[in-house]
């Protein structure tokens, strides 16, 4: 090509894929690909540089290199190509790996810009030239190279600058932007030492962000195919949060690929990357069969292999902190234990469960390691003592504490600034009891064996009397098996005797045949509405062989009218709610309860008096509990299931349900 005129470099595709190569990469991808120009380019020192505008955002970012340039006579060539880079033929250059392949590595620049320009000096036969090249974001199927001209410098290279920014690029600008550059050229730059990259004034320095490195050679690893590729890893331990993957590079440690760890690899306090390398890869990358690595049955082979080989090093590993860690403590004499030359089978487990947990807390807690001996002793002392009494309990409890995301221990940091943790398990234990008693309860009740055998007084009456919540949730027991009249006892004990009634404390409360009443349940609200006034709830039980028909609701609504009729009922201060429950309703009771223009169950109500009568089944209390629980329960992720309720009954009601019964009824759906 001749050098007398300036030249327009035409690139046959089309407007939208080359838009697509241009802005489907992140900031850090973009400026890695020119880095990896550069060195590609035979450069020993490559620097990127951020420069900023009035505002402090970003003006320029520049990427210099001391490589060869590019070639005046080739600019043709390396430009106007698409899909056939030198670099794809050759695959080294001056005895180094090459990273570029498809010639679509220019284009990643306009991902940051709409001003790109190359500036670089080559060596003509003798004399150094310079020229520049230029293209625009919105002209992608063209770039412009001047004429090229004597230098006025004799040192080789090309500085990309890349004007016109599309934003101020916090990604490449935050604290991260660096940790991430050297994660991407850790492997290549420790297998050219003396190599040096330079990002926005910090030279990159694998390791000075790590905390350990070791190599491993795996030798040749058998493809499923019956191909044998030699295979080497690089694990490289951070110091700094990164995340977990492994990068599949070349022989060379040029990083082709990317690959997520998952979660196959424990290793908890570990920040880290795998570099795997094999020129296998390179192979495959040609064939562009690494953009889905999971699908290809190459890479799965090699990765099987190399995930044994990761486990083995971070269970050593772990092992090493600990045995480090432990003898630390000894030294320092906050060690719980001491050393002795037999240690029996049981306080050997011990000793393993607390130092798991010792080890982990330390790791978590940073500032930890700063607080006084004498509070870390006690410490560990306190947590040995709670390993021997309850070891299951502790590890379960400390493993999901240091499982906690972030996010997850900022939330529980600012719940105890309002409250304890004691009570935080309270509240979500409560929630957990609610459910089982709920799946326990219809267990007990519709269970054809277990409702049978089910004591109406002496088993169902005593168990609700504590779990009162069931009916409605802000009403404690106020009596049980009670007469109307002591009800009515209890009631004027709390409200205070009306003055205008006179001493008839003694006289029975009669219903309409002048026959007394007794009630199951008297509940008594908790937190009343307004000071002065009182609500109740009378519940009354029936056996689950009892429907719920005319002659019972006679008989719930008579109670009422009692009460109404009283006395000592002060209207204006109370509200008297009756219930009836059972396991079904005939007819009649399914008609009474369902009416028009009121509450299904409600079948009675007087405003004058405050009181209302209610009709209710099983079935229907049970399946309000569950939807007053169902937001706690998503929250929990908590399920009741057959043990969990069995354990329950018999850790709160074993009184009165026996282990029998219990059993019989949750088993039946296990």
């Known amino acids: 090509m001749a050098d007398n005129q300036s030249t327009n470099i035409k690139i046959e595709a089309k407007h939208d894929f080359l838009k697509s190569l241009a802005s489907n990469v992140t900031p850090i991808a973009a400026v890695s690909e020119l880095i990896w120009n550069g060195f590609d380019a035979g450069a020993q020192h490559v620097k990127v540089i951020l420069e900023p505008n009035e505002l402090n955002g970003l003006h320029a970012i520049r990427v210099s290199d001391d490589g060869d340039g590019i070639d005046r006579s080739n600019v043709g060539k390396l430009f106007g190509g698409l899909g056939d880079s030198w670099k794809a033929k050759s695959h080294r250059y001056k005895g180094r790996t090459l990273h570029g392949k498809n010639g679509k590595g220019r284009f990643r620049a306009f991902a940051l810009g709409e001003s790109v320009e190359w500036r670089t000096t080559y060596l003509d036969g003798k004399a150094f030239k310079s020229y520049t090249i230029t293209g625009r974001a919105s002209q992608l199927t063209g770039f412009q190279a001047s004429l090229p001209t004597a230098s006025e410098t004799s ?146 082979d090699i990765l099987a292999a190399v995930k044994l080989k990761v486990k083995e090093h971070f269970r050593r590993r772990t092992l090493q902190h600990r045995s480090e860690t432990i003898q630390r403590w000894k030294d320092e004499k906050i060690y719980p234990y001491e050393d002795k030359i037999e240690v029996n089978a049981s306080e050997q487990i011990e000793r393993q469960v607390f130092d798991i947990l010792a080890v982990n807390v330390e790791d978590h807690l940073p500032s930890f390691d700063e607080a006084p001996a004498k509070s870390r002793k006690f410490t560990f002392r306190l947590l040995a003592q709670a390993i021997r009494e309850n070891p299951d309990s502790v590890r379960t409890i400390m493993d999901e504490v240091l499982n906690l995301k972030k996010d997850e221990q900022d939330d529980l940091a600012t719940l105890l600034q309002k409250t304890t943790l004691s009570k935080i398990i309270t509240s979500a234990k409560i929630v957990a009891d609610r459910l089982n008693l709920v799946e326990a309860l219809s267990d007990l009740l519709f269970n054809k064996e277990t409702k049978k055998r089910l004591l109406e007084r002496d088993q169902l009456h005593k168990t609700l009397e504590v779990e009162s919540w069931i009916f409605k949730e802000d009403f404690n027991l106020a009596g049980s098996e009670k007469t109307l009249e002591d009800a009515l006892a209890i009631y004027i004990g709390k409200l205070g005797k009306r003055e205008d009634v006179g001493d008839v404390s003694d006289d029975p409360v009669l219903r309409e045949d002048d026959k007394g009443g007794r009630i199951d349940l008297m509940l008594a609200r908790s937190i009343q509405p307004t000071q002065g006034s009182h609500e109740y709830l009378v519940v009354e039980l029936k056996r689950p062989s009892q429907k719920i028909n005319s002659e019972v609701l006679a008989q719930i609504e008579s109670y009422a009218i009692a009460v109404a009729k009283d006395n000592r009922f002060h209207q204006k201060r109370s509200r008297w709610t009756f219930m009836v429950v059972g396991n079904e309703m005939d007819e009649y009771a399914q008609l009474k309860t369902r009416q028009k223009n009121r509450p299904d169950g409600l079948v009675f109500d007087n405003d004058e008096y405050n009181i209302s009568v209610w009709a209710k089944t099983w079935s229907e209390i049970l399946n309000d509990a569950r939807a007053r629980l169902s937001f706690f329960s998503q929250q929990l992720d908590y399920q009741a299931d057959s043990d969990s309720e069995l354990e329950y009954l018999k850790r709160a009601h074993a009184k009165y349900i026996p282990d029998e019964l219990a059993e019989m009824a949750t088993g039946a759906r296990a």
């Open 155 to 300: 040192i080789l290279g090309t500085e990309v600058v890349i004007e016109n920014l599309e934003s101020n690029f916090p990604s490449l600008t935050n604290d991260s932007a660096s940790l991430e550059i050297t994660k991407q050229f850790a492997a290549y730059l420790t297998e050219s030492p003396g190599l040096t990259l330079y990002f926005d004034g910090t030279k990159i320095d694998p390791a000075s962000v790590q905390s350990y490195k070791e190599d491993f050679h795996l030798g040749d690893v058998v493809l499923q195919s019956g191909k044998r590729v030699p295979v080497s890893i690089t694990i490289i331990e951070w110091t700094v949060q990164t995340d977990r993957v492994f990068e599949l590079c070349d022989k060379a440690g040029v990083s082709l690929h990317e690959v997520v760890v998952g979660p196959q690899i424990k290793a908890p306090g570990y920040n880290f990357t795998v570099y795997v390398k094999s020129d296998h890869f390179r192979d495959l990358d040609k064939e562009n069969s690494l953009a889905l690595p999971d699908l290809n049955q190459d890479v799965s």
